[in-house]
């Protein structure tokens, strides 16, 4: 597969149709349609079934889709690279945070940065913890700012700051009059969190055994802001972090600091041995930490 079949390919599954695909491409219904038949010959597989409301992924396709997933952004990147080389453009940073410090304290650093650097060109990207880390150990991006659980061989690390994680309440709620949120005040709670695999949710499960409490059935979400929008609907109680709490606090939800106090560390991070040019340097030295969450009174 070359980068136009698997930007083709991606963006029928993306949009589960071929009229979508094209719109997107900017390219013609029938130039997508032949790409896909094209394509499907080459692999010898089906990839979609035809039916009378449009089209469906097989289950090859949808192996394939994972795979392309995992790639899709380093073809971008050397996409990116290719087209700099060409125009004799210099002075490019790729960076990768998670969704949590993405939509507003990233965005203000480079604000920050870009007007101490107005030639520089940033590239901004939004992927979990372990694949910032996979991205950057493999040199496809410059830096990472994520959470790290363990000491990656091939990655140096520095502490940026501790993002606290707060309890999210609908308004109204019975815990919303409180300045904080104790353990105790979770039993019987239903619990709406990230995925098993996440530090806060993890550190709350662990605070709350440690207090004797057993919540209800816990909501997965993959987003801060998902749990958010959970809450307000009156689906439980959230774990999110403070960064969250910061763009969501207003009329229909309220957000308690948490006791005992949860904080997950995030991490600048970049790829051990690989030489660091002068703007990736500048640009760690412009990161602040956001301000700390301050629980307002109810």
Known sequence: MHYRQVEIF?????????????????????????ALKLLEAELGLRLFDRTTKGIAATEEARLLYTEVERT??????????????????????????????GIAWLPTVVARF?????????????????????????GEIDLGIAQLRSE???????????LEGVIALPAGHRLARKLYVEAS????????????????????????????????????????????ALVAAGCGV???????ARMQDGAALVFRSFRPAIYVPIFLFRQRGRPTGRLVEAFSTVLRPPPPFRSRPG
């Open 238 to 244: 959230g774990i999110v972090d403070s960064e969250a």
């Open 72 to 101: 899709y952004f380093g073809m971008q990147n050397l996409a990116r690279f290719a087209a700099s080389l060409g125009h004799r453009r210099q002075g490019r940073i790729v960076i990768s945070t998670i969704p949590a410090l």
């Open 185 to 228: 005040d979770l039993d019987g709670e239903t619990i709406v969190a990230l995925g098993p695999e996440d530090e806060f949710r993890r550190k709350l499960t662990q605070a709350l055994e440690g207090a004797g409490q057993h919540p209800r059935t816990v909501i997965d979400a993959s987003l801060g802001l998902t749990i958010c």
């Open 152 to 162: 990656e061989y091939n990655l140096s690390r520095r502490k940026l700051f501790d």
């Open 10 to 34: 991606k963006a029928i599954m993306d949009s589960g149709s071929i009229t979508e695909a094209a719109h997107i491409l900017h390219i013609s219904q029938p130039a997508v349609s032949k």
């Open 114 to 138: 870009s007007e101490a650097y107005p030639d520089a060109t940033i590239s901004l990207q939004s992927s979990n913890s372990v694949d910032a880390a996979r991205l950057v150990g493999s």
